[in-house]
């Protein structure tokens, strides 16, 4: 399984960003969905996930009303669409995908099988 993340850049504060993640899995539509991020000097934090089908979505608190996931699952593709970016949300941001656990569960782990190169998003105050 190879994940391509593309769609970084940089905005500023208030804009709008919107990233993509193109899987090359056969059964992409059979796997939960997740985007993740790591600041410089920090952890690599949770930031949303998707189940299979699409049918339920999930996010960290800090991104909560503001980015919305979706998914295209005859695109193999997971969306990230980031509304009123704030300077704190400046971080290399990754897709990862894991079958062993459900979209729901996406936030209690760090240590998945299938992570994107990364593509870097930078807001500017």
């Known amino acids: 399984v190879q994940l391509q993340a593309s769609g970084g850049g940089l905005v500023q504060a208030g804009q709008s960003l919107s990233l993509s993640c193109v899987s090359s899995q056969f059964t992409f539509s059979a796997w939960p969905m997740g985007w993740f991020r790591q600041a410089p000097g920090k952890e690599r934090q949770f930031v949303a996930s998707?189940?299979?089908?699409?049918?339920?979505?999930y996010y960290a608190d800090s991104v909560k009303g503001r980015f919305t996931i979706s998914r295209d699952n005859v695109k193999k593709t997971v969306y990230l669409h980031m509304t009123r970016l704030k300077p704190e949300d400046t971080a290399v941001y990754y897709c990862?995908?894991?079958?062993?656990?459900?979209?729901?569960?996406?936030?209690?782990?760090?240590?998945?099988?299938?992570w994107g190169q990364g593509t870097q998003v930078t807001v500017s105050s």
């Open positions: 998707i189940s299979d089908s699409g049918g339920s979505s």
């Open positions: 990862a995908t894991d079958p062993r656990y459900s979209a729901s569960n996406y936030h209690l782990y760090d240590r998945y099988d299938y």
